[in-house]
């Protein structure tokens, strides 16, 4: 074990997902509270922190070439790599000459009180006791679930982050209130896979149930002062219950991220994602429509999945094709060790994964093009400032659409009217408005 008792400097680099970026800032927030000082750049720091990721072949050579850019940068710290990669390859991480020690996804939680982890207290399997105060970006995340219990046939993060464990609702609306206390104007609340929100709890609730408490909450307070956004829902999840929650909040921007994978029922099948049908996606959206005319939708595919058929692929284009997407997130199937679908008959050849890949792309570049042309013409956007520079600030507006704006004034974290111009380098450009514009 090397000796961490002289680190006064430590430097943290997130990889992966926004649950990730909320583990880091806990751990960051831990280590400064007991006097350690972050640096901003590895050369100088005394302990360099990676949080790694596994969910695909590119995340693992990410945190590979993350690690040996670490060490060139400062040969001297130490060097401590956690995450969901060095739950899987703990083995294979720590034989690398960089690595000084290796602290897998299930003993994160000990980093809160170290460099040097020591065991945590608390029950296995509960939920891990990370929190925040602050976030270093000008959103800030809220963790209210871990783990997936559903063991969807391609997917490591049952390995990785184990069961489906859910945030008691008290301390999920505590962060929210003193998040917004300090200023943060967009929350996102996020999970692993939220439609298990609940299940492990005493009282009897779903991730709806808590959406509905954080409304009753802060809705009067904070409508029209400051919003709220989901990470990705599951497509199982969107029932009438979930219309209901969603028709009705003040707070909600009208966004949604789903985790599709596939528009073919087959595939989903083999996926072991058989609980949801395509169709439902598309008749919930055109309810949907009727609280929230316009929306920002995105989705995460998955092409060349085990046995997918040239027409099954069709069959996920055109259903594509149908959804009122804005954006996606396009992966080619990436098998992971341990999974059942690493051992599934009849694998596509790369060159044809990649090339399904490519055409989805190309589908939701172009349906993004035309949504922003369409926001383009809007006379008002809410812009949540994500930086400033030169006399203007970019961030991202309630579609999650990326934006422009220029005026004076402005500052990080702030939620400002646009006034929209037009389009530039796939933003929206324009002028800080009134407020009584």
């Not at 270093?136 to 809220?142: D, T």
């Not at 998955?302 to 284009?317: D, V």
């Not at 369409?374 to 006399?391: F, K």
């Not at 005026?407 to 009134?434: C, F, H, Q, S, Y």
Request: contains cysteine; aromatic residues 6%; proline residues 6%.
């Amino acid at each position: 074990m090397p000796n961490f008792a002289d680190a006064k400097t430590f430097h943290v680099a997130t990889l992966g997902c926004k649950i990730n970026q909320y583990e880091s800032e806990a751990i960051a927030e831990a280590w400064r509270g007991q006097g350690l000082a972050e640096a901003a750049s590895a050369e100088g720091a005394d302990v360099l922190l990676v949080n790694s990721c596994a969910v695909t072949n590119r995340a693992v050579s990410d945190l590979r070439a993350t690690v040996r850019r670490l060490r060139q940068q400062n040969p001297s710290a130490r060097l401590v790599v956690t995450g969901c990669a060095a739950q899987i390859l703990a083995d294979e991480i720590a034989a690398m000459p960089e690595v000084d020690l290796v602290v897998p996804q299930a003993r994160k939680a000990e980093l809160l009180a170290g460099p040097s982890p020591v065991r945590c207290s608390g029950a296995p399997c509960s939920f891990p006791p990370f929190s925040i105060a602050s976030f270093r970006r000008a959103r800030a995340v809220v963790k209210v679930q871990d783990g997936c219990s559903h063991h969807c046939t391609y997917c490591i993060v049952p390995l990785t982050r184990g069961r489906s464990v859910s945030r008691d609702p008290g301390e999920t609306l505590a962060e929210m209130r003193r998040l917004l206390a300090v200023g943060y104007r967009e929350l996102v609340l996020s999970g692993v896979n939220l439609r298990q929100y609940g299940r492990d709890l005493a009282e009897p609730l779903d991730f709806w149930d808590l959406l509905a408490r954080v409304e009753a909450e802060f809705a009067s307070e904070w409508a029209g002062r400051a919003r709220l956004r989901l990470s990705s829902v599951e497509p199982g999840q969107l029932e009438a219950k979930a219309l209901e929650v969603l028709g009705r909040s003040r707070l909600l921007v009208p966004h949604l991220h789903l985790s599709l994978q596939s528009g073919d029922e087959g595939v989903l099948k083999r996926m072991g994602r058989g609980h949801y049908r395509p169709a439902q996606v598309l008749d919930f959206l055109k309810e949907l429509r009727r609280f929230w005319p316009r929306l920002g939708l995105g989705a995460d595919l998955l092409t060349g999945f085990p046995g997918e058929t040239a027409e099954q692929f069709e069959t996920t284009f055109g259903f594509c094709s149908e959804l009122p997407l804005t954006y996606a997130h396009v992966f080619p199937f990436s098998p992971r060790p341990g999974t059942p679908a690493a051992k599934l008959p009849d694998p596509l050849l790369k060159v044809e994964r990649t090339a399904r890949a490519a055409r989805l792309r190309q589908l939701a570049e172009s349906k993004k093009r035309a949504f922003q042309d369409e926001l383009a013409r809007l006379p008002r956007l809410r812009v949540l400032i994500e930086g400033v520079g030169g006399g203007q600030g970019h961030g991202v507006c309630e579609f999650y659409t990326p934006c422009v704006v220029r005026g004076e004034g402005l500052a990080k974290g702030a939620l400002v009217p646009l006034r929209p111009a037009g389009l530039r380098e796939g933003k929206i450009v324009g002028e800080l408005a009134g407020d009584d514009s």
